[in-house]
């Protein structure tokens, strides 16, 4: 028997939380036993706002509210005919982003929207290689990281490697407070002449998994895996990159905006 919105939600005292084995199905549950479902289906403000009041009482991997607005801010401000979300949970930022894609007269939101969302199963480089090489996505419009944290990096240098990433090409990477990501951060804050001078290492043969967990590599990847693809990416590329966190948050949203393009003489 499905779960209604009066039994489905722990009694926490305010601001406590749980996690616990099958909540995500609770939350499935929760949605669905509502009394006025028919009200519901195809308004995504409605479904966010249930999203929204389960994790009061569980605490949940979605991007969240205030975290949220950072990006759709983004979509209002960019109007991207294509956006690229990177990582999938529950669907809240893809509910979020689409619908505020949408909005904006966008086409297609790569991740009521089921006929704007369109969900790819796979590893992340190999599907940004395959959207490139079909000619599905010639360029970044805005781009939402939010999936294995290692892999940032190399998947941006993989879009620098196509000539994805251009002038006016924004990229939103989450979690890069917590659990942090080092590596990302000083790649997209570095300056041309740094980037070039890292570039003589040649191409990233491994992932780096600095302040990576063992249990997230193991659950991400198998062992000994690498990147896809070996590639040095565009150390040409000019960067400006901003820590957007808002009140209250314990995370923030890295904003990096491709600004030009410096000759290399």
Request: glycine content about 10%; aromatic content about 8%; overall charge negative.
């Amino acid at each position: 028997m499905p779960l209604t919105e009066t039994d489905s939600l722990p009694h926490f005292r305010a601001g406590e939380r749980s996690r616990e084995a099958g909540q995500e199905t609770k939350l499935l549950h929760f949605i669905y036993g509502q009394p006025h479902l028919d009200e519901i289906r195809g308004h995504s403000q409605k479904v966010l706002d249930l999203m929204n009041r389960f994790e009061e009482g569980y605490y949940m991997m979605t991007v969240g509210a205030p975290k949220g607005r950072i990006v759709t801010d983004l979509i209002d401000e960019i109007k991207p005919k294509t956006m690229i979300e990177l990582g999938c949970y529950m669907g809240y930022s893809a509910i979020l982003f689409g619908d505020a894609v949408r909005r904006n007269g966008g086409e297609r939101y790569l991740t009521g929207l089921r006929d704007f969302v369109r969900v790819i199963v796979g590893r992340s480089d190999v599907s940004l290689d395959r959207l490139y090489r079909r000619g599905e996505v010639s360029k970044i419009e805005l781009m939402f990281l939010d999936h294995y944290k290692p892999t940032y990096l190399t998947d941006l240098k993989l879009c620098e490697h196509h000539g994805m990433i251009v002038p006016g090409s924004v990229l939103a990477a989450d979690n890069v407070l917590y659990p942090g990501n080092p590596p990302y951060l000083e790649y997209v804050r570095s300056s041309v002449e740094q980037k070039r001078e890292a570039a003589k290492g040649g191409p990233m043969k491994g992932y780096n998994v600095e302040r990576t967990s063992q249990r997230q590599v193991n659950s991400h990847m198998p062992e000994g895996d690498t990147p896809a693809f070996e590639v040095i990416g565009n150390p040409n590329l000019v960067y400006q990159s901003v820590l957007q966190q808002p009140e209250g948050e314990w995370d923030a949203i890295e904003v990096t905006r491709c600004v030009g393009w410096e000759e290399q003489v």
